[in-house]
């Protein structure tokens, strides 16, 4: 086993068994190479900034705050089946989004993208998104697509509930929807999607679709402009590398039964009966939030007419 893959193997190990200490010897055993190798090997992952717990004669483990974003650490918690997905690291990117479209042309898919900081992150409708290292989720979810326009629309909303779900999974706490897809926790914002959808020249059709998630996970201070109105999550011991595969695989587990989301969508939807301002191409109109359609859409009443209106170029706000 060469050098690197010594590193490697040991991370995936500490990061299955992170509970349990794992003799030096096992290790060696297993990774059929010295224990001279495997102690390298720890040196080298601690230089890097993991934090593993060594006990005389018992052996080698994760401490419980070691939170670094690694391949290894998210592919041990993805469910089995979703194991083969290959996954991009980096401690800094322009964007995961923008590195997943360079990937494409090289990666069968489908990928994930994910960096401890982004230099260039990017929100809905042009808008940055604050990317500080080490304190957030920055992730793009890279995924070949052969389904009708219709489910990609529908792949959005469908995130957001992923995303949701997972929060709620691993840490207990419950989550609202403001539509179309961002992440709120007591009337602030935790977590955003973008999605894009790249069009084959050939065909005309979209062929992959880059699905961007960042979530604040401990981010104390926020730029000025959305400081009233972004927050973290802000919970002890949550470890990003276990909620990035929990996504996936609620991701994975809704795309096998479509029909499920859009319930827990409007059970979680923040708007819902809310008086609303919107604005679409500049201009300003008032409405009142009936629902939800099974498409995603937004169902309002303007002027005691009922309206629809679609992802696309909208803000809304809600009046209070
Ligand atoms: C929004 O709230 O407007 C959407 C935010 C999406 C941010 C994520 S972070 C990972 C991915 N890469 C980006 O540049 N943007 C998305």
Redesign the pocket.
């Known amino acids: 086993m060469r050098d690197m893959s010594v590193k490697e193997f040991i991370l995936k190990e500490l990061e299955k068994n992170r509970d349990d200490f794992l003799s030096g010897e096992d290790l060696a055993q297993k990774a059929n190479v010295t224990r001279a190798a495997v102690w390298k090997a720890m040196k080298e992952l601690r230089e890097e900034g993991y934090k593993i717990e060594s006990k005389r004669k018992t052996g080698y483990r994760l401490l419980l705050d070691n939170d670094l974003l690694s391949p290894q650490g998210i592919s041990s918690y993805l469910d089995p089946k979703l194991k083969e997905i290959k996954i991009f690291s980096y401690k800094t990117i322009?964007?995961?989004?923008?590195e997943g479209k360079r990937l494409i042309n090289e990666t069968q898919g489908p990928f994930l993208v994910v960096s401890e900081e982004?230099t260039?992150?990017?929100?809905?409708?042009g808008?940055p998104?604050y990317?500080p290292s080490q304190t957030g989720?920055?992730?793009?979810l890279v995924y070949p697509f052969q389904e009708d326009v219709e489910m990609a629309l529908r792949l959005t909303t469908l995130t957001s509930v992923a995303v949701s779900k997972a929060i709620e999974k691993l840490t207990g706490i419950t989550v609202g929807i403001k539509w179309v897809?961002?992440v709120y926790l007591q009337g602030k914002?935790i977590?955003?999607?973008?999605t894009e959808g790249i069009t084959s020249l050939e065909s005309g059709r979209i062929e992959t679709v880059i699905i961007?998630?960042?979530i604040n996970i401990r981010t104390e201070e926020f730029p000025e402009e959305i400081r009233g109105t972004a927050a973290s999550i802000n919970i002890k011991n949550l470890i990003r590398n276990q909620l990035i595969a929990e996504i996936v695989n609620e991701f994975y587990r809704l795309l096998e039964d479509p029909s499920q989301y859009i319930d827990y969508y409007r059970d979680h939807h923040i708007l819902q009966g809310k008086e609303v301002y919107y604005l679409y191409r500049g201009e300003k109109n008032y409405g009142k939030v009936l629902g939800v359609t099974d498409m995603g859409e937004l169902i309002l009443e303007q002027k005691g007419k009922k309206i629809t209106i679609s992802s696309g170029e909208v803000t809304i706000r809600p009046l209070d």
Do not use: C, H, P, V
């Open positions: 322009d964007s995961t989004n923008e982004q260039k992150g990017k929100g809905r409708l808008r998104f990317s989720i920055y992730m793009s897809n961002d914002k977590a955003g999607i973008l961007g998630i960042g």
